[in-house]
C-alpha cells in the first residue's frame, strides 16, 4: 500500500542506528521529517519521544499513538439509505474517488446509486456518467448549469423508492478563499435534512497529496462550512508528502480513511495506520 513511502525517505534510515543522538544527527533528523510534511508540532512530538536505543520503533509507536487517538467525529448511522457527501477543490480527484467509492461499496454487496451533482464544471456529468456504466451503478444527473439541490434532492428520492443501501453524491469543486461559493453547500445541507434530518450521514473532503501542507489549509476552511467526517487523500503514488495524513490527523482530529493510488477503479484503499507508519519510518 505505502511502498512508494519507503522509496522516497530512504536516507531516513542512515540515522536509525543505536548510539548517542547528536546535535547533527538529531538535525538531519528534524530535516527528513519536516521534508515529509509532519508540520512543526507533530515533528517536535516525534523527537521527543526518541528513545536512542531504538530510534526507529519510538518514532513509530509515538505516530501510531497520535492515529490511533479517538477522531473529533464519528459515523453512526443506521439510515437507508446512508448518504455520502463528497467535496474538494477542482482538481483533487472528487469524480473519480466517487466512482472508485460506489466500487468498493458495490463490491461489497450494497446497492449504491450515485448523483452527478456536480453541475457546474464542463464533462464532470460525462464523466460520472462514463463511469457508472462501466461499472453498472445507478446515476441520477441533471443538465449543466442546473441547480445542484435539486440533482441531490432528486437522487434522494430515487434512492429511497429503488432501496439503495448508499448515495455518493458528487459536488462541483469550489476554492475555499470563495466564501459565496463555499456557502452554496449550507442549500445543498438543507435539501438533504428535508430528505432525512442526519443527512449527510458522510462527508469525505478529497484532497491532492501532491500540494503538501497546503491541503491543511483546504481543510480548515471546508470545515468551516461543512462538518467534515473523513479525508480522502489521493495522488500518494506522485507524493512525497505522504507525512501530511499524520499532521492532517494530529492537528484536526480528522481520519484519512481513504487513500488514492492510481486511476483505475480499484485503486482507492481503505486507509491502514500501522502500515502506513510502518512504511514511513522504516
Do not use: C
Not at 478563499?177 to 473532503?205: G, N, Q, W
Request: no cysteine; aromatic share 8%; net charge neutral.
Amino acid at each position: 500500500m505505502f511502498d512508494f513511502l519507503k522509496t522516497r525517505y530512504q536516507k531516513i534510515k542512515r540515522i536509525f542506528f543505536p548510539g548517542e543522538l547528536t546535535a547533527e544527527r538529531k538535525e538531519e533528523l528534524e530535516q527528513t521529517l519536516y521534508e515529509a510534511d509532519l508540520g512543526s508540532t507533530v515533528v517536535q512530538e516525534l523527537i521527543d519521544s526518541i528513545d536512542e536505543k531504538d530510534i526507529s520503533n519510538s518514532l513509530k509507536k509515538k505516530a501510531l499513538e497520535i492515529l490511533q487517538a479517538p477522531p473529533i467525529t464519528s459515523v453512526e448511522s443506521t439510515n437507508s439509505p446512508h448518504v455520502i457527501l463528497m467535496i474538494g477543490v477542482n482538481g483533487a480527484g472528487k469524480t473519480t474517488t466517487t466512482a472508485k467509492l460506489a466500487n468498493h461499496y458495490q463490491k461489497l454487496g450494497k446497492k449504491v446509486l450515485v448523483a452527478a451533482a456536480d453541475t457546474f464544471r464542463a464533462g464532470a456529468i460525462e464523466q460520472l456518467d462514463v463511469w457508472a456504466k462501466k461499472l453498472n451503478l445507478d446515476i441520477v444527473k441533471g443538465r449543466q448549469g442546473a441547480d445542484p439541490s435539486s440533482v441531490i434532492f432528486d437522487a434522494l428520492e430515487s434512492g429511497k423508492s429503488k432501496k439503495a443501501d448508499i448515495v455518493i453524491v458528487d459536488t462541483a469543486g469550489r476554492l475555499e478563499s470563495k466564501e459565496h461559493l463555499m456557502k452554496e453547500l449550507d442549500k445543498i445541507y438543507r435539501v438533504m435534512k428535508k430528505f432525512d434530518p442526519t443527512a449527510p450521514h458522510e462527508v469525505l473532503l478529497v484532497l491532492d497529496a501532491t500540494l503538501g501542507q497546503n491541503i491543511k489549509d483546504q481543510a480548515l476552511n471546508f470545515h468551516k462550512y461543512s462538518p467534515i467526517t473523513g479525508f480522502v487523500v489521493t495522488k500518494l503514488d506522485g507524493s512525497s508528502k505522504g507525512g501530511i495524513i499524520l499532521r492532517l490527523y494530529r492537528e484536526m482530529g480528522i481520519k484519512t480513511k481513504w487513500i488514492g493510488l492510481g486511476e483505475a477503479a480499484d485503486d482507492l484503499l481503505s486507509f491502514d495506520a500501522e502500515r502506513y507508519v510502518e512504511a514511513l519510518f522504516s
